[in-house]
């Protein structure tokens, strides 16, 4: 690990993390407020690296803050059962899911649409704009 302590600027190269958004995260309370020096420099040790690495793992996953924040508090335990981590894990696996299959659902109605249109035809049969214009008259 990269010796302590850093500041922000330095924090921000070795997390791959942007400076704006370590200072959300703090704000948020997923960071702890470092300690500061004399001159008001924030001065970050190595937990609070391997803290931002585990942060920006788990947003590149997509779980959201709250899910985050959870995960963190019960990482700070780490003398209780991993039920809970997995709870989460397990609701985002369905949420994730879930939105696969209304994308799966999105990609069959764009492919039938796009391979019922006439691409020599005229825009009055042209089964894009059709499809669009019946869901638009569904829903009105």
């Known amino acids: 690990m990269t010796a302590s302590p ?6 921000s190269t070795a997390s791959g993390v942007k400076v704006p958004t370590i200072r959300f ?7 702890p407020e470092p300690p500061r020096t004399a001159s008001d420099r924030r001065l ?3 937990g609070a690296l391997r803290r931002l690495a585990f942060i920006r793992h788990a947003r590149q996953l997509g779980f ?3 899910a985050i924040r959870s995960l963190l508090e019960l990482s700070d335990l780490p003398d209780h059962t991993c039920e809970a ?5 397990e609701q985002h696996l369905q949420a994730v899911s879930d939105k696969i299959r209304r994308l799966k659902a999105l990609e069959r109605e764009l492919a039938r ?6 691409v020599d035809g005229s825009i009055s049969a042209c089964k ?4 669009l214009q019946d ?3 569904r829903h009105a």
């Open 64 to 66: 959201d803050l709250d």
């Open 44 to 46: 970050y040790d190595d």
């Open 25 to 31: 995260y703090e704000q948020s309370g997923l960071l």
């Open 113 to 118: 649409m796009t391979k019922a249109c006439a």
């Open 85 to 89: 981590a997995n709870r989460i894990a």
């Open 6 to 11: 850093f500041t922000i600027g330095k924090l």
């Open 128 to 131: 894009v704009i059709e499809v």
């Open 135 to 137: 869901a638009e008259c």
